[in-house]
């Protein structure tokens, strides 16, 4: 009896996956597998690159060559193609400078003062006593001198209730102080400080964030303030809750104005309505309703704003890709998620920075049927061996999953990729469901470069993949749990004290300032957002009842299966509706990854007998 | 009116320099010139202000710092890691008298570093208050962004010769064998109001 060698290739969204195969009669035997990274867009022939060098990278794992290779097989890759847009929707502005709220390192002293502003040379000129004042000083004075200064006035019966300070001078100054006072530094624009007015320092105790502040009742006190001028400061004091010092300034006409920025509106066009829906409204709403239309058939966006922009530009570039007019472009599924996108705020005296809402849309779109033909012909030209193109993507995927020891018909597969969130189900009279959504790891790529500001895709990347570590010493890190990490070799110079993201091999020390348990927060966050939604959706939409309580098993396939965290967070809300869920082990070994190109080969032989 | 004052610094060598135990302890060592056989860096910068500088960085941040003065070699690497190896965080400042700097930790090898600023010539008052600042914030355990390092192609071919003779005058101010000591430092501020 021949023997055969069968290789599958699954094209998907980030990655191409292959498999190869010994067939001799009904017996096949599994020799290697391999995963390149995607050329290209899913289904087009710029994927040829990827497939060859996989199928290349396959082969050298057993010392033969592609030209051995029989048959090989490829997945009749699914039209869609997911994009992602995101956008902030509201802005802080500060008409007149009225605040500073900000966290310098090391403000000094505790406590609050209530004063008039004045600076520190019309101090030396004419002061009067029994007048309290918070003072100004600008970069050009030393702590030294400001501090024996100020003791002199304090000993002239001058008050001082407080200091506003440009350099990082806070604990200098006011360790030389005889007479405490909070002190509030880092101030860059100082010389933008309305002089002569009343104003409210404070400054917390370490770890401690400021209460009185933040609290419009407690502006209203400060200040005297009717409650019509409470409502105004509510602002004010909405912006200052979370830091550890801030000086609020009362100026007449001075102002914090929340702005909304116009981002438009959506229009979410069903099979039973439409519904048009403010991006301003958030995520939540657009989500709901979703719910109500039915099945999506298309998406518009307002002209002329943010959302239009977003939704447009999203056409432009699939027109492009799949060689349609953008008038052809159907949006067949939307995610909208919630986000904070830090800013800074403008007019604002200290560099403060304020979390903008902001909103991320994660788009789904049908393409015509995309050219696999053209693919398989010039990848037969390319190799010299003979390519087929193999059945439905989500049959495959599904004969593949069953490889998972322990799993049986009918089965819920939940691929959950870098583009794009699929499931899809199998029942015993062999009629087959999909579901294609939008919203997949590059969404969670996407939110965590976002809101953690970092302008680096590929960073985020790897904060999405690995879990972190905080270093202690040169010698041991503390780990997300809490526990610690001894290690033998020293750490690099360049990550003492450092966030760290652990990878398997060495670590990557983190630019930023944040804390291990806020990336963590942010990371967790991002993904539950992406990843519990998109589950839960999926498995509505893809049974026949629509009810996710009628099914008891889900296999989680896909790259984002294989994260340390995403099927656990699944499993836990799956487990709420009495659902098992876990990662499939395809053919025992090879884990969530290879489920296509598995079920590529194997349906080779099914064919034969007829086994289905 | 104008409001001018002046800055001077009195060290004196005292006895022999141990390891320190307090965590918060940063340790600045000198080279032997250090205020001195030689009072200013290679831009003319007076020690004293240099020091001030680092010392009012530290102490920002809540660190306490110990000056010692180390004889026995001239070489910063060296200078920084016995700073590193007898403060009470383990975080130590290396300076020599032309003004080059570096931040060590005990348990690095002595040819690595934290943060080296090798250009002299191109360090800045406050970039010794940020120096300060950072070896403070390592000592806290935080996550510290390094101090920003300028570069300028020119630097070499221009100070080379002075900074190889700086270096020959600190160099003869090594006394081998002879352990590092703590240095007792004090600044006196003189006030001069002028209208």
């Known amino acids: 009896m021949s023997r055969q060698l069968i290789a599958g290739v699954d094209i998907g969204n980030s990655s191409t996956e292959v498999a190869i195969v010994e067939v001799c009669g009904n017996e096949a035997v599994f020799l290697t597998q391999h995963l390149v990274p995607t050329t290209g867009i899913k289904g087009t022939v710029t994927n040829i690159k990827g497939i060859k060098s996989c199928l290349q990278l396959a082969m050298s794992k057993i010392n033969r060559t592609i030209s051995e290779i029989n048959i090989v097989r490829i997945n009749d890759a699914v039209p869609v193609i997911g994009d992602l847009a995101m956008d902030v929707i509201s802005e802080t502005i500060i008409t007149e400078s009225s605040m500073i709220g900000h966290n310098p390192d090391t403000p000094g002293g505790e406590g609050i003062g209530i004063g008039q502003t004045i600076l520190i040379e019309q101090l030396l000129q004419h002061a009067e006593e029994n007048k309290p004042y918070i003072v100004v000083v600008s970069k050009k004075f030393d702590y030294e001198w400001v501090a024996y200064q100020f003791n002199k006035f304090e000993r002239q019966g001058i008050q001082i209730k407080g200091v506003i ?46 209460r009185m502040l933040s609290n419009p009742f407690g502006l209203s006190t400060v200040f005297d303030l009717t409650p019509e001028e409470t409502k105004q400061v509510a602002p004010v004091a909405k912006s200052l809750v979370g830091n550890r010092s801030a000086v609020v300034i009362r100026t007449p006409a001075g102002q914090i104005a929340e702005r909304k920025i116009e981002s438009g509106s959506i229009t979410m066009v069903g099979n039973r309505m439409s519904v048009k829906v403010d991006v ?45 007019t953008i008038h052809e472009i159907r949006i067949t599924d939307l995610l909208a998620v919630d986000t904070k996108i830090p800013s800074s705020i403008r007019g604002a005296l200290a560099g403060e920075i304020t979390m903008e809402s902001g909103v991320g849309l994660a788009s789904m779109v049908q393409t015509k049927k995309t050219s696999i033909q053209t693919v398989s012909s010039l990848l037969e030209k390319e190799l010299g061996v003979s390519v087929e193109v193999g059945g439905i993507e989500a049959e495959m995927a599904i004969a593949g999953a069953l490889t998972t020891p322990g799993t049986e018909r009918p089965i819920v597969i939940l691929d959950m990729g870098g583009g794009s969130t699929d499931a899809a189900t199998n029942d015993e009279n062999g009629t087959i469901r999909t579901v294609h959504l939008a919203g997949a790891g590059d969404m969670v790529t996407l939110l965590i470069n976002t809101e953690l500001s970092l302008h680096d895709l590929e960073l985020a990347e790897k904060i999405k993949k690995y879990p972190l570590g905080k270093l202690q010493s040169l010698y041991h890190m503390q780990l997300e749990d809490g526990t610690y990490l001894f290690s033998e070799e020293p750490f690099p110079p360049e990550a003492f004290g450092k966030v760290v993201i652990r990878e398997e091999k060495g670590i990557t020390p983190l630019p930023i300032r944040h804390s291990m348990e806020q990336i963590r927060t942010i990371r967790r966050e991002a993904k539950r957002k992406v990843f519990v939604t998109n589950a839960i959706r999926a ?21 984002s299966a294989l994260d340390f965290e995403i099927p656990e967070m699944i499993n836990d809300e799956l487990s709420k509706y009495g659902i098992v869920a876990g990662f499939a082990n395809i053919r025992g070994t090879e884990g969530p990854r290879n489920a296509v190109a598995t079920g590529l080969v194997l349906s080779t032989l099914k064919r034969r007998d007829d086994r289905i | 009116m104008n409001y001018s004052y002046s800055i001077e610094m009195q060290m004196d060598d005292q006895s022999r320099a141990a390891k320190g135990s307090d965590p918060k302890e940063v340790v600045i060592a000198v080279s032997p010139a250090f205020g001195k056989a030689l009072s200013k860096t290679i831009v003319s910068v007076e020690h004293s202000e240099v020091l001030r500088e680092i010392i009012s960085g530290i102490e920002e941040q809540g660190g306490v710092t110990r000056v010692i003065r180390n004889f026995e070699t001239a070489d910063l690497a060296f200078i920084g890691h016995l700073a590193a190896k007898l403060s009470g965080s383990g975080i130590g400042i290396g300076i020599q008298s032309r003004g080059t700097t570096i931040i060590h930790q005990r348990d690095l090898d002595p040819l690595s570093n934290l943060e080296l600023f090798p250009q002299s010539p191109l360090i800045t008052l406050e970039t010794y208050r940020d120096i300060g600042r950072n070896a403070a914030l390592y ?15 020119m630097a070499r071919p221009r100070y080379q010769a002075i900074a190889a003779i700086l270096h020959l005058k600190e160099a003869q101010e090594i006394v081998r064998g002879k352990p590092a000591v703590n240095v007792d430092y004090s600044f006196t501020i003189s006030e001069e109001e002028t209208v």
């Open chain 2, 139 to 153: 000592a806290r355990g935080e996550n510290v962004d390094p101090v920003p390092v300028v570069n300028d192609q």
């Open chain 1, 280 to 324: 301003n409204d958030g995520a939540d709403e657009i989500m709901e309703s979703y719910k109500k239309i039915g099945v999506l058939n298309d998406v518009q966006g307002e002209q002329g704003t943010n959302a239009g922009a977003m939704l447009n530009g999203l056409r432009q570039d699939l027109a492009e890709v799949t060689d349609q």
């Open chain 1, 539 to 559: 498995l509505e939409q893809v049974l026949p009842t629509h009810n996710i309580r009628h099914i008891s098993f889900v296999v989680m396939l896909g790259g």
């Open chain 1, 165 to 210: 300070v440009q350099k990082d001078d806070g604990v200098l100054i006011h360790n030389r102080l005889q007479m405490k006072v909070p002190i509030v530094d880092e101030v860059a624009m100082i010389d933008k400080v309305p002089i002569g007015k009343k104003a409210a320092i404070e400054v917390a105790p370490p770890g401690h964030v400021i």
